[in-house]
T-cell receptor, first 114, second 117 residues
Framework: DAGVTQSPTHLIKTRGQQVTLRCSPK?????VSWYQQALGQGPQFIFQ???????QRGNFPDRFSGHQFPNYSSELNVNALLLGDSALYLC?????????????FGQGTRLTVV | AQKVTQAQTEISVVEKEDVTLDCVYE???????LFWYKQPPSGELVFLIR??????QNEISGRYSWNFQKSTSSFNFTITASQVVDSAVYFC??????????????FGTGTRLQVTL
């Protein structure tokens, strides 16, 4: 049973560019959440997708957008990259959106903006 | 607003010592869930435990134990007889308990545990 898979594992982009990160949820899970983890910090919630719609959003600008596909996989897009966007981006999947759901995390995509 | 505080940035212990990681939380909800995750160098967050706000019973799982006290808004994590493999960053997290879009996790800043021989 495959867990949460993210691609790519590492990425280097230049300021101003756009980037797309991908996530496949754990088998049977229908909800995907994205988190940004800056170096030395805890993960910060970006947004959550359920039934192909953004259900909840954290305090991130509109440069951060996402999508969920019918097979529950998800993409995170970041436009006009800034140096401060350099971070580990984690995807978490769960079954449903209740507060008691256990979220399973992928290994993340390490994004470096130069 | 939800908030999780892990005041201990880094802890170093010698193998076989016991160690407690502190977590203090803030929430206005009466129903909420608390979590602990372990993050090894590989980056993946590994789920350790979930506790709901109505269950203050402490839990023990092998060398791990958790102490949940609503009176002090704390959810502390103790590793007994620590091992080198326990070296990692540990995160405490909180989610609201309502239905719908309630599974957003609010994390603390983490505690880095270094266990040496």
């Amino acid at each position: 049973d495959a867990g949460v898979t993210q691609s790519p594992t590492h990425l280097i982009k230049t300021r101003g560019q756009q980037v797309t990160l991908r996530c496949s949820p754990k088998s049977g899970h229908d909800t995907v959440s994205w988190y940004q983890q800056a170096l030395g910090q805890g993960p910060q919630f970006i947004f959550q997708y359920y039934e192909e719609e953004e259900r909840q959003r954290g305090n991130f600008p509109d440069r951060f957008s996402g999508h969920q596909f019918p097979n529950y996989s998800s993409e995170l897009n970041v436009n006009a990259l800034l140096l401060g966007d350099s971070a580990l981006y984690l995807c978490a999947s769960s079954l449903g959106t209740g507060g008691n759901t256990e979220a399973f995390f992928g290994q993340g995509t390490r994004l470096t903006v130069v | 607003a939800q908030k999780v505080t892990q005041a201990q940035t880094e802890i170093s212990v010698v193998e076989k010592e016991d160690v407690t990681l502190d977590c203090v939380y803030e929430t206005r909800d009466t129903t909420y869930y608390l979590f602990w995750y372990k993050q090894p160098p590989s980056g993946e967050l590994v789920f350790l435990i979930r506790r709901n706000s109505f269950d203050e019973q402490n839990e023990i799982s092998g060398r791990y134990s958790w102490n949940f006290q609503k009176s002090t808004s704390s959810f502390n994590f103790t590793i007994t007889a620590s091992q080198v493999v326990d070296s990692a960053v540990y995160f405490c997290a909180l989610s609201e308990g309502g239905g719908g879009t309630a599974s957003k996790l609010t994390f603390g800043t983490g505690t880095r545990l270094q266990v040496t021989l």
